[in-house]
């Protein structure tokens, strides 16, 4: 894409209420409109970097035989009710409004009951488990307070699975691939080394449950790591069943504040008890089915990605969710033979099947490379004067330091591809 | 995809409160789930439909030039009341909910106004002009009533896409681009020959409008058309102005039932000016960005598809957005050779890059074709007894008659590509 066509441009400031570094660092590059606190537009830059996060995750879900569906915004009063979850005392997230046509809605901010409700006409049997489906769906949640950017929103998105058993064995087997699979997705996207599976609380259905926890500063949590032994622990269950559980000492242990990124949870039987989810066995009898959920904070992770990637005028984006590939930059200036050379480098770079931001614009290259610098796209190509006096491009590496000067025909070997 | 591994079944009956063929076709062969009237979940096979539906109107705007990106549900009470549309006297379908922190906020049935005042940001010169932006975007509309199943939701999918040119020439070629690729999206879809652009009402800012009007039996829209001269007039506006700019008679018209499936909308330069959208031109002068906005209804286009290509208990999906390519049918029975055999043709057709649904399941022939029909994928390839004994496999293009025996080795070229 011209840099030149694309409508966002780069600002000096962002705007003065926002206080997180990841939506003043997006806001800026132009990959985030803030429409109010806590809810954020995704413009051109931000929309690619959020479908290629969706992508990976849409992958490992696939790779494990999960199914893709999406939920609805609007929610069933009487279906909340069932389990106890509508009043505002109960859950005090709800966003709730009036129907024309008479009663009250609730906007989702979460799709346990109304998957577990559906999953009634469709599970019947043991033969028909186990069955595991996700989404990629917009969460509403009326928090009190939003300061935390795109890392915590009232609008936000989040991929969710649920899983449908009919034992715990079965159960099992869906949970600890997932658990796999949740790895693989942060490995991917540049925070494996960082996150760790955390024991956490469990709610009203298991005593634990597992959180993914990046360890950022910007993040709500504060957790206990051992980065040897790739273990951690949220501070609210930091007590010595849960050292014992895990075989670390406290003294093991490192305090880090953590943004949890994915959590994993066991209902047991109880959540489909609740909802009216049975399904017959083999005698015939009739039983709640074992379920599972299992959620990742899809707009969250690029939060944490600008938290951890960024700085307050620059930012490196993994590889494998950049919006664009390479960065072209052209300092062209009025030199039309070296615009054509540029041009020509940009259709090179598309017939390889690179994704390609071309800065064509006719400004200064310290504020092109100012604008590259915020934008974050990690590898970049410079056609200059000097350059083209070499019969080479200049090829950055922006994670792995300096320029190089690349002959035009190593050109696309040197380029790294997601 | 093995049809065992599927969620989802086929349902003898649909919903008793369900009216609309659409919904009652959709849901019995497992596309949709309905939440509550209005309001769908769209399960594994309605969902591929939906993005491939979504997959075309992308490629029709991206050709364009337009820029893709994803604006918010939540909305600002005051942005709205600067153009006096938050009032309920003065639009009837809001959903409008409080904040736990103070206030109200909406909830989106439309983006004109975000969009707009978001641009201010980005649109301040004449060098910026023009720019088109679109979306797919869950719109909430509080209707009073909602009997039309998808085609007329509470919650409904829609793309809109929004220019913004420094005048009424380049407005026009955006607009006059804009008839054309709707054309060819609805073309693509196969409605073509039964869509027409529509001599609407205007609204407030212009005394014409263009919708983009199918005929369909279940529309809630009525018109006068010309097959002949591909020419529509809306009820609404029929009178002698609008024939004689049309230059028929209405003798030549026919009166059918239709539904919108797509609307163009010439703001001229009021919108930005109640929004306060402006751009400086070549003398300094700061002057309202002239704005158009274009809609389709994503799922609602599903909808109508469904209408015109189904009946009660059966269904014929255009190639184009088919949920599978190919649905292959395996009457092995408990014969295992038969079953490797079946096996080894869903293999090549996947090898061959064709989306399959292989219904492996045990059953007898008569209900896999009954829920092959109900499905509607429009070809369908049939492994048995009497195919395997022929070298044969069965091909059947359901839309164009009967079944034929076709050697396996020509059986790749055979299938029509999407």
Redesign the interface.
């Given at each position: 894409m011209r840099q030149s066509?694309?409508?966002?441009?780069t600002?000096k400031t962002a705007p003065k209420d926002e206080v997180a570094k990841n939506a003043q660092l997006l806001i800026r590059a132009?990959f985030v409109?803030k429409?109010?606190?806590g809810?954020?537009?995704?413009?051109?830059l931000?929309?690619r970097v959020l479908e290629r996060i969706k992508a990976i995750v849409r992958e490992e879900m696939d790779a494990l035989?999960c199914?893709?569906?999406?939920?609805?915004?609007?929610?069933?009063k009487e279906l909340w009710e069932r389990t106890d979850r509508w009043d505002d005392e109960k859950v005090?997230?709800w966003?709730?409004?009036?129907?024309?046509?008479g009663g009250e809605?609730g906007?989702a901010w979460s799709h346990e009951e109304?998957i577990g409700d559906?999953?009634r006409?469709?599970?019947s049997s043991y033969k028909?488990l186990p069955?595991t489906?996700y989404q990629f769906q917009?969460k509403?949640r009326?928090?009190?307070?939003?300061k935390s950017g795109i890392m915590r929103g009232?609008?936000f998105v989040m991929k969710d699975a649920y899983s449908f058993a009919a034992g715990e064995e079965d159960h099992s087997r869906i949970y600890d691939a997932m658990k796999v699979a949740y790895m693989n997705v942060f490995t991917r996207l540049g925070l494996g080394d960082d996150t760790f599976i955390t024991f956490a609380s469990g709610g009203a259905f298991t005593q634990f449950s597992h959180e993914f926890q990046t360890i950022c500063d910007a993040g709500e949590d504060v957790c206990y790591v051992s980065r040897k032994k790739k273990i951690a622990v949220n501070q609210e269950v930091l007590n010595d069943e849960a050292l014992s559980a895990l075989g670390v000492s406290r003294d093991e242990l490192e305090e880090v504040k953590t943004a949890e990124v994915g959590n994993i949870f066991n209902f047991g039987r109880q959540k489909a008890e609740d909802i009216g989810l049975m399904y017959k066995d083999e005698t015939g009898a009739s039983i709640p089915v074992w379920m599972g959920s299992y959620g990742i904070g899809i707009t969250r992770l690029m939060g944490v990605l600008a938290e951890k990637f960024g700085t307050e005028a620059s930012m490196i984006w993994p590889k494998s969710v950049t919006p664009f590939d390479v960065h072209l930059v052209s300092l062209a200036g009025g030199n039309s033979d070296l615009a054509a050379e540029a041009d020509r480098v940009y259709e090179l770079l598309m017939e390889n099947g690179f994704s390609v931001l071309y800065d064509d614009r006719d400004l200064r290259a310290g504020e092109k490379f100012a604008d590259a610098d915020l934008i974050g796209i990690p590898q970049r190509i410079v056609v200059s004067e000097k350059t083209v006096a070499a019969g080479s491009v200049e090829y950055v590496d922006r994670g792995n330091g300096g320029a190089q000067l690349v002959p035009e025909s190593q050109l696309i070997e040197r380029i790294a591809r997601p």
């Open positions: 066509h694309l409508f966002t441009k600002q132009g409109h429409e109010m606190a809810v954020y537009a995704y413009l051109p931000g929309i035989g199914q893709e569906l999406i939920m609805t915004s609007l929610q069933r005090d997230v966003f709730k409004s009036g129907l024309k046509a809605v906007l109304p559906m999953m006409a469709y599970l028909d069955k489906v917009t509403l009326n928090e009190l307070r939003a009232r609008e």
